[in-house]
């Protein structure tokens, strides 16, 4: 299902490691946001080419997910959650997580924002 594995470790303990999609995730994605859907295109704000941007530190606040759609998300912030938590439930069935944290403040992390980001594991 997903494009190329890297392998860590040594003969006794590799382990793949799943950082791209396959081409024909990226299409799933791609055909269900011309469809119009807002979920997929959450996920794909997490992708760059095939390759997943993945880590805390590359996390997206709620409001940093609807300002870098290409339209505005419907306002509703309970319309936002369910189109992170959707793509949280297709991150899932494709061995994929995209999880989320409240911020804590005083860093770099606004108080009581939700953050996502993209894990594998």
Known sequence: MHGPAR???????AETVIDHLSPREIEELESA???GADWPR???L???????RLGWDRALSQGAIAARLDRA??????HQRAACAEAARWCAAHG???????????????VGETLWFMAVG
């Open 7 to 13: 392998r860590i470790g040594g003969a006794a303990e």
């Open 33 to 35: 946001a011309a469809a």
């Open 42 to 44: 959450v996920v794909l």
């Open 46 to 52: 997490f992708v760059d080419g095939t390759l997943l």
């Open 73 to 78: 998300m419907v306002p509703a912030a309970a």
């Open 96 to 110: 994929l997580h995209l999880m989320s944290y409240a911020g804590g403040g005083p860093g770099e992390d606004p």
